[in-house]
């Protein structure tokens, strides 16, 4: 079964909390996609992971790109796994489907953001009901995730 992870965005931007997280499932080896609603914003985080940090690499690419079937990070609106993850992230409230064929799935949240906050309680109450293992992360003051479900 699919572990579902929820990340609760309440001290941090997604811009400087989802970075740590696909580095350490690259660490891992594993393909990740992360899929968003609009194509404005996957083009702003295709931007932004190249610049992050002035001393990291994250390889990533588009599902825009030529060779978007082999990246290790694939920014994308579609629900398409092309490059085969085992691992997706739903950001801004991207709709999640087909989420048993990946390893693990990661919604991460602006806690900020009502239409985010309700659509991550909709999903949370959706997949429980199916079953699925849960586990949900909320921001401490200093920004690290602290486990509270």
């Given at each position: 079964?699919?572990?579902?992870?929820?990340y609760h965005?309440t001290?941090?931007?997604?811009?400087?909390a989802?970075?740590?997280l696909?580095?350490?499932?690259v660490?891992?080896?594993w393909q990740?996609a992360?899929?968003?609603?609009?194509?404005a914003r996957?083009?702003?985080?295709?931007?932004?992971?190249w610049?992050?940090?002035?001393?990291?690499?994250l390889?990533h690419?588009t599902?825009?790109?030529?060779m978007a079937?082999?990246?290790?990070?694939?920014?994308?609106?579609s629900?398409?796994?092309l490059?085969n993850a085992?691992v997706?992230?739903?950001?801004?409230g991207?709709?999640?489907?087909?989420?048993d064929t990946?390893?693990?799935v990661v919604?991460?949240?602006d806690g900020y953001?009502?239409?985010q906050?309700e659509?991550?309680r909709?999903?949370w109450?959706?997949?429980?009901g199916?079953?699925?293992?849960?586990?949900y992360?909320?921001?401490?003051?200093?920004?690290r995730?602290?486990?509270?479900?």
């Amino acid at each position: 079964m699919t572990d579902v992870l929820f990340y609760h965005l309440t001290e941090s931007k997604l811009e400087d909390a989802l970075p740590p997280l696909i580095d350490k499932s690259v660490e891992r080896g594993w393909q990740v996609a992360i899929q968003t609603r609009e194509q404005a914003r996957r083009d702003a985080l295709d931007t932004h992971l190249w610049t992050y940090r002035e001393d990291s690499f994250l390889p990533h690419g588009t599902d825009e790109s030529e060779m978007a079937d082999r990246q290790p990070v694939l920014l994308t609106v579609s629900a398409d796994n092309l490059n085969n993850a085992s691992v997706r992230f739903f950001i801004d409230g991207a709709e999640a489907s087909d989420i048993d064929t990946y390893q693990r799935v990661v919604f991460i949240f602006d806690g900020y953001d009502q239409e985010q906050l309700e659509g991550a309680r909709a999903q949370w109450k959706k997949l429980k009901g199916e079953g699925h293992n849960l586990t949900y992360w909320q921001q401490t003051q200093e920004g690290r995730w602290e486990k509270k479900a």
